[in-house]
């Protein structure tokens, strides 16, 4: 499985971004996705999650909540994670993420993904 990350940038405070993420290797609407994001010197956390098939279900972390939306294109085989109102605290390298294996159950840590983008950088501005 190969995942391949895009449309990080520099943003002011208050603006919007779309990051994309293009899977491949396997069955792309099989599986769940999820995008993390690490801020330097801190630990990679959770952001968003998506669920296989149709992507009906999603979950978020609360810091971001009401403010990205994770979708899924599954004729495109990619993933994006829409990004609005950031804060400069949303500044980190974000990372798409795929589980081993094909469940209905969205994971929100690190430890139960093991397909990694090569991450794209998101730097807000104040």
């Known amino acids: 499985v190969q995942l391949q990350a895009s449309g990080g940038g520099l943003v002011q405070a208050g603006g919007s971004l779309r990051l994309s993420c293009a899977a491949s290797?396997?069955?792309?609407?099989?599986?769940?996705m999820g995008w993390f994001r690490q801020a330097p010197g801190k630990e990679r956390e959770f952001v968003a999650a998506?669920?296989?098939?149709?992507?009906?279900?999603?979950l978020y972390a609360d810091s971001v909540k009401g403010r990205f939306t994770v979708s899924r294109d599954n004729a495109k085989n990619t993933v994006h994670l829409q990004m609005s109102s950031l804060e400069p605290e949303d500044t980190a390298v974000y990372y798409c993420?795929?589980?081993?294996?094909?469940?209905?159950?969205?994971?929100?840590?690190?430890?139960?993904?093991?397909?990694w983008g090569q991450g794209t950088l998101v730097t807000v501005s104040s």
């Open positions: 998506i669920s296989r098939g149709g992507g009906g279900t999603t």
């Open positions: 290797g396997r069955t792309f609407s099989n599986y769940a």
């Open positions: 993420a795929a589980p081993p294996g094909s469940s209905s159950y969205l994971g929100t840590s690190r430890y139960e993904y093991n397909y």
